[in-house]
Antibody
Framework: EVQLVESGGGLVQPGGSLRLSCAASGFTVSSNYMSWVRQAPGKGLEWVSVIYSGGSTYYADSVKGRFTISRDNSKNTLYLQMNSLRAEDTAVYYC????????????WGQGTMVTVSS | EIVLTQSPGTLSLSPGERATLSCRASQSVSSSYLAWYQQKPGQAPRLLIYGASSRATGIPDRFSGSGSGTDFTLTISRLEPEDFAVYYCQQYGSSRRWTFGQGTKVEIK
């Protein structure tokens, strides 16, 4: 069974940094693309970033230059390094994968909450 | 960047009724890359439909997707109590980025 477990969320001051982790089981993180999607309180879903099996990375304009997606194949874990955090980055952050070749996200983690506030 | 606009914002229906949700794209979207998700409060989204019309594993056949180009539809043939939730469409673009619509809430009338 494929499972994704996020961690690393918490309260951080504006301008601060945080690193989120997404531990995968039943799935090899380097085998396909993996994404981060976020959801601000009471709002809709916003795609944040993706890393492809070949290592290419892409970002939403709202986080480009501040966030970095990466993975550690030896730990089978996906990461999101978030720098220069702003209040508008406050959200639940989900990692999500396409485990079935659907070109859509069929497996999601439970999410980790990031709150940016002084 | 392709913008997805969902309508209506809220749909008030009774169990057993038919729900029709719309997703309109600002430019043509490949049907292969149009998906629908369901999200309930406090839960992660669940994939319902991929490729505009294919049901994901384990999704009941009362859920169906259709459309092409810029207009896509999610239909729930007969609403069950567990279907009251928020629904999102999503597209994957040539820029290798994804976009979500703003969501449609299906609530109990």
């Amino acid at each position: 069974e494929v499972q994704l477990v996020e961690s690393g969320g918490g309260l951080v001051q504006p301008g601060g940094s945080l690193r989120l982790s997404c531990a995968a089981s039943g799935f090899t993180v380097s085998s396909n693309y993996m994404s981060w999607v976020r959801q601000a309180p009471g709002k809709g879903l916003e795609w944040v970033s993706v890393i492809y099996s070949g290592g290419s990375t892409y970002y939403a304009d709202s986080v480009k230059g501040r966030f970095t997606i990466s993975r550690d194949n030896s730990k089978n874990t996906l990461y999101l390094q978030m720098n220069s955090l702003r209040a508008e980055d406050t959200a639940v952050y989900y990692c999500a994968i396409d485990s079935s070749g659907y070109d859509a996200f069929d497996i999601w983690g439970q999410g980790t909450m990031v709150t940016v506030s002084s | 960047e392709i913008v997805l606009t969902q309508s209506p914002g809220t749909l008030s229906l009774s169990p057993g009724e038919r729900a029709t949700l719309s997703c309109r794209a600002s430019q043509s979207v490949s049907s292969s890359y149009l998906a629908w998700y369901q999200q309930k409060p406090g839960q992660a989204p669940r994939l319902l439909i991929y490729g505009a019309s294919s049901r994901a594993t384990g999704i009941p056949d009362r859920f169906s997707g259709s459309g092409s180009g810029t207009d896509f539809t999610l239909t729930i043939s007969r609403l069950e109590p567990e279907d009251f939730a928020v629904y999102y469409c999503q597209q994957y673009g040539s820029s290798r980025r994804w976009t979500f619509g703003q969501g449609t809430k299906v609530e109990i009338k």
